[in-house]
């Protein structure tokens, strides 16, 4: 059968809206199952880099001889990169096609990741991270809106289940396969297995995705947008990042958070003038949408900010290898794909409100876990509450499709799947940077007094402030040369510190993440939620 081109709308006040005739599905190409596992290809691709990175995390730093900062940038860009760009891109799917902004995406980010891999600098990580941070963005947009205009309504929320399952279950998979590939090869392979992933994903999709446009495609792009949105992220995170350096009083710390709220506000008053929007603020008017949007900015504040520091705690505190790091992680791994069907079937039929709140309260139960954590915690303990975080967040990883953009119109349905993923990305930055920014706080007041409850020679300033960074991310600064009594207890002091740090930013994850509970009650199954589909051979 051939894909319908006709999209008719269901919620009220929604303007018709139809997709261009593609060519005839036949054989393979454009089959809703075949498009289905190619998306999949390239969404597991970007969703994988969003963690395996962590893993890989301490190996860059010490290979490069990073910063905390610069270690925290490797992530931030990325994700940056991606929460700006993705509304953007989605415009671009809707402009030109998703067919070819998924293979330009797919190609794209392939070749940034080969290009990672062959950095010797930090510098250069950082910007190959943002160039996979822009492609990433072309193909996820693209992903959920070839799935919409080639499934049939009646099967189109089992292919967003299985569309969501893949994002989360790769989300959780990335530690696991990056600690494989760091402790057996190398921290660079990270990055080189996604070029035969990608090549994959080109082939796949050159022959069996089919080209689907709106026909009242927008005709101009929102670029005073974009920048004044870009602006005023950068300018949020970035004194996010700096201020345990300068300090929360100094003048660049507010005067960043300043340009921030001065950067938001603009972008609000220009998108309510501009044609064609980046983001047509008429879309928050539903309330289940905008809680939709808050719900994935909080989960993946407490989810990503917190996986962050998880690592350096298995790896730098207990001493483990990067492959039994991330085998440890395997509990959260195996409950986000267990738990990702059934919550989509429960979602399915008891819609998404319970499941979304029951997940986030099961989520903040095990970051207040995860902040009882020390040095001598076993594994069962740490696999108890890695595994009840797993099965908190695989609902909220599932139902947010139906919540945003099944709340949308079907006009904007392009967006809507774009803001979804901005969402996402825009938390995960956020919770890196303000848990790292907990976490430096909390080093720098109680390092010191430590260090001199411990009977260990005073530090310089100079002195302190590195051995800061260090313990930062778990490592003990232990000079070379010094007694093994002493380097004891710089280790304990070091360890206990971190620990310390660690334990705070998990109570502020846990707290973030009991907020979202309340959000998640605002949540319902959108009028659209099953609209928009053409019927393909199924």
């Known amino acids: 059968m051939t894909s319908q081109t006709t999209v008719d709308t269901t919620g009220p006040g929604d303007k018709a809206s139809a997709l261009s005739d593609p060519a005839p599905a036949k054989g393979m190409r454009g089959h809703p199952w075949f498009t289905l596992i190619t998306v999949a290809v390239g969404v597991m691709m970007v969703a994988l880099d969003g963690t395996i990175v962590a893993i890989a995390n301490p190996a860059i730093q010490k290979d490069l001889k990073a910063s905390f900062a610069d270690v925290q940038w490797i992530t931030n860009g990325y994700f940056l990169a991606l929460a700006v760009s993705l509304i953007t891109a989605g415009k671009l799917g809707d402009r030109f096609g998703h067919r070819q902004t998924f293979l330009i ?3 794209g980010f392939a070749a940034a990741s080969g290009a990672i891999g062959l950095s010797d600098s930090i510098a250069m990580v950082v910007t190959f991270r943002v160039f996979q941070g822009l492609f990433g963005a072309l193909l996820m947009p693209a992903a959920l809106g070839l799935l919409r205009a080639t499934f049939p309504a009646e099967k189109l929320n089992m292919a967003i289940g299985i569309w969501g399952m893949v ?3 790769s989300t959780a998979g990335g530690p696991i396969l990056g600690g494989v590939l760091v402790e057996h090869v190398n921290w660079q392979s990270v990055f080189f297995i996604n070029v035969p992933v990608g090549a994959l994903a080109l082939v796949l999709g050159t022959l069996i995705l089919l080209d689907h446009r709106a026909q009242n495609a927008p005709r101009s792009f929102d670029i005073l947008g974009i920048v004044l949105l870009s602006a005023a992220m950068f300018c949020l995170v ?16 507010w005067a960043f958070l300043a340009g921030s709220v001065l950067g938001f506000a603009l972008f609000a008053v220009w998108e309510t003038k501009v044609k ?10 539903s309330v289940p949408l905008s809680a939709g949007v808050v719900l ?4 993946a504040i407490a989810f990503l900010g917190g996986l962050f520091f998880v690592t350096f705690y298995l790896q730098n505190v207990h001493g483990l290898s990067p492959i039994s790091a991330g085998l440890h992680l395997l509990p959260l791994t195996g409950m986000m794909i267990v738990g990702s069907p059934l919550a989509g079937a429960m979602i399915t039929k008891a819609g998404p409100r319970i499941p979304l709140a029951g997940g986030m309260a099961l989520t903040a139960v095990a970051m207040f876990g995860m902040s009882t954590l020390d040095t001598g915690t076993g594994s069962a303990t740490m696999s108890l509450w890695f595994a009840l975080l797993g099965l908190g967040l695989a609902p909220v990883m599932v139902g947010a499709t139906e919540v945003i953009v099944g709340n ?8 809507a799947g774009g803001l ?47 051995a800061s960074e260090a313990v930062q991310v778990g490592v003990a600064p232990v000079p070379k040369g010094v007694p093994a009594e002493v380097a004891a207890k710089i280790t304990s002091v070091a360890h206990d510190t971190f620990i310390s740090g660690m334990s705070l930013a998990s109570l ?8 979202a509970v309340l959000v998640a009650l605002l949540t319902k199954r959108g009028a659209n939620a099953e609209a928009g589909a053409g019927v393909g051979h199924i």
């Open 105 to 107: 995406g797919v190609t």
């Open 167 to 169: 994002i989360g279950a």
């Open 238 to 253: 970035w004194a996010l990042i700096k201020a345990p350096a300068w300090g929360w009083g100094d003048g660049r710390t």
């Open 276 to 285: 064609e929007p980046l983001i047509p603020l008429g879309l928050f008017r």
């Open 296 to 299: 994935m900015v909080l989960m």
């Open 408 to 415: 949308a119109p079907m006009e904007l349905s392009g967006v």
């Open 420 to 466: 979804q993923q901005a969402a996402m990305q825009i938390g995960g930055s956020l919770g890196t940077a303000v848990l790292g920014a907990v976490m430096a706080s909390k080093v720098d007041n109680d390092l010191a007094g430590n260090w001199k409850d411990a009977g260990l020679p005073p530090l310089t300033p100079a002195q302190s402030a590195q």
């Open 508 to 515: 502020v994850a846990a707290g973030v993440a009991v907020v």
